[in-house]
């Protein structure tokens, strides 16, 4: 009988205990710090803390505690101008809602749930590149990703319809067809050009003006005498819509123009422009011409030329052949043999080595039998090679739901009390796809298939940041975090902001090129932090930054010559330097047609604080309701109105002084000191109670005295990245072992990433998934 009732006996001694140690030690404190404003009848912000009837209901219910924790962690409650607890009541509380409340062991941390997810856009994309060599444009075979927690790598939002399997199914046909063109073996010679190895002087190949008169010179080595097809691929940009002006295209050769095109509005994505031309033997300069012919009609736009690459194909009469890029990275022992044995031998390597990889886990040998029966089966039909029966087995892979979706072996099914670590083929799969965004190599998988990945990860990781592939994590993450992918696009009236009369002469003013030229000054900061091995904080404090002369001219940084991207010193330029003062984050922080310190503010709290206060209550006044108090009012003005209202004034005293100290800065990121004719007061106070006067000092506040929460917030962001869930209150101690780690190591970029790649929610999994 006593056996029976041990262990609920344990349960009920627990709980009392819990009851117990909350009466004695936390109360109390609660009392103190918490009750006069939400406690004895009082209940600020519709939260109260007394207002339970069952106490061990009450202590086990998560979603009560959960904002107390979190706020007492950054110091938002209690309010700066209240009796704040000292350091040890602070740790004491913590530390009794994380074991009492949240049942946390930080030795045996939880590693959460894992979802099954498909391949978002980028990944499938990636993925096929570096299988097969295929640029794939899944922008348009897709429908877009859909988003949770900032990413679209989330396993939770990453379904699958009928619809979109279908298109699956078809894309699987289109990219094997793309890497081995029919008749691939026998191909004739083609040579890609980027658009970076054209030459001009001064303007880049990416933004050519309509109205500028210009030449582009590529050399071409030309290995044999012949005929030979130019194939220039470009895109029109610039305006969003339809205008008059035109120009016109012209491709040459040996000193002779072989083909023009006339331009104008267009916005396919990719336009071809092709030509036959004899060449012989040697170096050859082909030139690239554009020539004005009609500009933008009053109020329109300007257009740009984009030119994206010159294919080179030839000789065309047949007797030089070689085989595709796809065909290389397939066949690597050439074509296939004539006897069947050894083509079935033959078509097992194959297959062999791309399900390795596409599948990313061990080979099965029943999967490969079935591939290479597909491969016999289709080699026999009238009409068919072997190539075709590869081209057939690897559609069918393409297709395969383990290609198109990151699932993991489970070793202990069904068991929800056991931890496990991830077998060393889902590690490489989580690495790769964390860093690469993509599948992993030979490497990865040569040591998961010998079990020494985990015991070479740090190397494996610093590897793989050096990989070229590694600017893929730059983009996707930084581009979704920050949201850099957005200021291309973000819906800005230049000529509202400016105060000018229309599109054109606001791009005299705005180039529509410094957009992009902002994104890459945001990523090139976040490269230099991580490859450097600089402190993750020097994003927001850094007294440098990355800049071309036409964003450098912009920002009115002077001094800086040319295209191309380089560092520069801001030390003269205080108001400068940090995420917070690049043309980024201050467009797509910001209304259409003004400054935003409402979304200045929250983007600051959310993305870099971690603190975003609750969602606005419904039938929120507008800000123009309060322009309408004062005779052209300044912004701050206008917020203070606003804050009269009892409805908004708690989470606006948390966002609009970080706001509000940014309104330096206009809507497309000029610096200004005056606003509506009258001196724009920057100075704010923290909700935590910090004091600034300027950018400058509240930079240095977000850096230095807030650098806890920063690390945390970054901390909890690419851990999201990595994993492809949200954080969970049962991460919050590997969120702490993330972050005691960066303060470890100087606040160093890089050492986060390793402290993820061997954090348990990426290293372990649950037994009941």
């Not at 599948?439 to 998961?448: F, K, N, Q, R, T």
Request: one cysteine or more; aromatic letters at 8%.
């Amino acid at each position: 009988m006593q056996a029976r009732h041990f262990f609920p006996i344990m349960i009920l001694g627990a709980t009392a205990m819990a009851d117990e140690s909350y009466k004695s030690e936390i109360e109390p404190l609660l009392v103190e710090y918490c009750f006069d404003c939400h406690g004895d009848g009082s209940k600020n912000g519709d939260f109260r803390m007394d207002g339970f009837k069952d106490l061990s209901t009450h202590l086990g219910d998560r979603e009560h505690w959960m904002p107390v924790w979190r706020n007492l962690r950054s110091q938002i409650m209690p309010p700066s101008d209240e009796a704040q607890p000292s350091a040890e009541e602070k740790r004491k509380l913590l530390a009794w809602i994380e074991s009492e409340v949240f049942k946390l062991d930080p030795k045996k941390p939880d590693p959460g749930r894992v979802t099954i997810r498909r391949l978002n856009r980028n990944e499938y994309a990636n993925a096929v590149f570096d299988l097969l060599g295929v640029e794939y444009d899944t922008a348009e075979a897709f429908p877009p990703d859909d988003t949770g927690y900032g990413f679209d790598n989330i396993g939770d939002v990453l379904s699958i319809s009928p619809l979109l399997m279908e298109k699956y199914l078809a894309s699987a046909e289109e990219v094997v067809n793309l890497a081995l063109p029919d008749d691939a073996s026998a191909q004739v010679p083609r040579v890609e050009f980027p658009a970076s190895e054209f030459k001009h002087p001064s303007v880049p190949p990416t933004w050519i003006p309509f109205s500028d008169r210009a030449e582009f010179t590529l050399k071409v080595p030309v290995k044999w005498d012949g005929k030979y097809q130019l194939t220039l691929q470009y895109a029109i940009q610039g305006a969003i819509e339809a205008t008059t002006a035109e120009a016109f295209l012209g491709i040459s050769a040996n000193g002779k123009k072989h083909a023009e095109a006339a331009l104008g509005w267009d916005q396919r994505r990719s336009i071809d422009l092709a030509t036959a031309v004899k060449m012989e033997k040697g170096e050859r300069t082909i030139k690239v011409t554009l020539k004005p012919e009609k500009p933008p009609a009053a109020g329109e736009e300007a257009l740009y030329l984009r030119l994206q690459r010159l294919i080179v194909q030839g000789p065309l009469d047949g007797k030089q052949r070689e085989f595709s890029k796809g065909h290389r990275m397939i066949f690597v022992d050439g074509p296939g043999p004539e006897k069947p044995d050894e083509r079935r031998v033959y078509a097992r390597k194959i297959m062999r080595s791309f399900v390795s990889r596409a599948f990313r886990r061990p080979v099965v040998a029943s999967d490969i039998e079935r591939l290479v029966a597909i491969v016999e089966e289709t080699d026999k039909l009238p009409g068919k090679s072997f190539q075709d029966g590869i081209k057939q087995a690897i559609a069918a892979c393409l297709a395969s739901p383990r290609f198109l979706f990151r699932a993991e072996i489970q070793p202990e099914p069904n068991n929800p009390d056991k931890i496990v670590p991830l077998d060393e083929y889902a590690l490489a799969s989580r690495l790769s796809f964390f860093l690469w965004a993509s599948v992993p190599d030979d490497e990865l998988l040569s040591l998961a298939y010998n079990k020494k990945l985990r015991t070479n990860l740090r190397q494996q990781v610093e590897r793989m940041l050096a990989d070229p592939r590694s600017r893929r994590l730059t983009e996707n993450f930084v581009g979704q975090w920050l949201q850099a992918r957005d200021v291309a696009t973000a819906p800005i009236s230049a000529p509202t902001i400016l105060g000018v009369a229309d599109n054109r002469e606001a791009a005299d003013l705005f180039d529509p090129r410094l957009r992009e030229d902002m994104r890459a000054e945001t990523y090139a900061l976040f490269e230099y932090i991580l490859r450097e091995g600089r402190p993750a904080e020097e994003l927001i404090s850094a007294r440098y930054s990355f800049l071309n002369e036409r964003l450098a001219a912009f920002y009115g940084v002077k001094g800086v010559k040319g295209e191309n991207f380089r560092p520069v010193d801001l030390t003269e330029h205080p108001e400068r330097g940090g995420l917070l003062t690049q043309g980024t984050f201050l467009i797509v922080s910001s209304n259409p047609t003004r400054t935003s310190p409402v979304k200045r503010g929250l983007y600051v709290l959310e993305n870099l604080l971690g603190t975003p206060p609750p969602p606005a209550p419904p039938d929120v006044p507008a800000l123009a309701a309060a322009a309408k108090q004062g005779t052209n009012p300044t912004m701050r003005e206008m917020m203070e109105i606003h804050r009269k209202d009892p409805d908004c004034r708690g989470c606006h005293a948390r966002m609009d002084p970080i706001g509000l100290g940014l309104e330096n800065f206009d809507a497309l990121g000029r610096f200004r000191k005056t606003e509506a004719g009258k001196p724009i007061d920057t100075a704010g106070e923290l909700v935590t109670g910090e004091k600034f006067a300027d950018v400058a000092a509240l930079k240095a506040i977000l850096a230095e005295k807030r650098r806890p929460d920063f690390y945390r917030t970054l901390s909890e962001k690419l851990l999201t990245y990595a994993i492809g869930r949200g954080v969970e209150y049962y991460d919050s101690t590997t969120i702490e072992q993330l972050t005691a780690h960066m303060a470890k190591n100087d606040g160093k970029l890089i050492e986060l990433i390793h402290a993820i790649t061997n954090s348990a929610p990426f290293q372990l999994r649950r037994g009941d998934e």
